[in-house]
T-cell receptor, first 117, second 110 residues
């Protein structure tokens, strides 16, 4: 099993360009997430999807759109990239526990380093 | 939303030293995890520990949920322990998303 796979690993964009970050997991997980990591800020949630066909905004959704294409795939799109979107992006997934007493174990992809010039 | 504070933000250790990292959170939680991000950016699960104590080799973690904090202990540190340690919590009430602290940057020098 590959776990959580993100592509591309690196990308350089010019201001105003668009691109889609791809994420796929092969663990049959229900929930998938997109985070961005900036120096000194930790990981901030952009969007998440609790199940196929549903998405919801996180802390920092502005400038991004997402698609939960099927259970395996969750993509993040930048329609018009801005320098403020220069960051490292992580996709993550977990299976939703059947009881509130159960915890979740989050699995991360290897990250996408994006620079917007 | 829930606030997660980690201390100290930066730590430099001599190889072989012990250290304690702390995570404070502002509300009741039903999930707490510690992650290690290595110098290559990879994020690895260390512990799932909403309460109690767990040990894994030279690492151990304790969460006192009633007092809203968790501690990560690193004993006999090695250079491979370098990186950023993140605490993430899931609030018991409200939205069910994990909230991350800003991390503890640890550098172990030989």
């Amino acid at each position: 099993n590959a776990g959580v796979t993100q592509t591309p690993k690196f990308q350089v964009l010019k201001t105003g360009q668009s691109m889609t970050l791809q994420c796929a997991q092969d663990m049959n997980h229900n929930s998938m997430y997109w985070y961005r990591q900036d120096p000194g800020m930790g990981l901030r949630l952009i969007y998440y999807s609790a199940s196929e066909g549903t998405t919801d905004k996180g802390e920092v959704p502005n400038g991004y759109n997402v698609s939960r294409l099927n259970k395996r795939e969750f993509s993040l799109r930048l329609e018009s990239a801005a320098p403020s979107q220069t960051s490292v992006y992580f996709c993550a997934s977990h299976i939703e526990p059947t009881s509130a007493a159960w915890g979740i174990r989050l699995f991360f992809g290897s990250g996408t380093q994006l620079s917007v010039l | 939303g829930i606030q997660v504070e980690q201390s100290p933000p930066d730590l430099i250790l001599q190889e072989g030293a012990n250290s304690t990292l702390r995570c404070n959170f502002s509300d009741s939680v039903n999930n707490l995890q510690w992650f290690h991000q290595n110098p290559w950016g990879q994020l690895i699960n260390l512990f799932y520990i909403p309460s109690g104590t767990k040990q894994n080799g030279r690492l151990s973690a304790t969460t006192v949920a009633t007092e809203r904090y968790s501690l990560l202990y690193i004993s006999s540190s090695q250079t491979t322990d370098s990186g950023v340690y993140f605490c993430a919590v899931r609030p018991l009430y409200g939205n069910n998303r994990l909230a991350f602290g800003k991390g503890n940057q640890v550098v172990v020098i030989p």
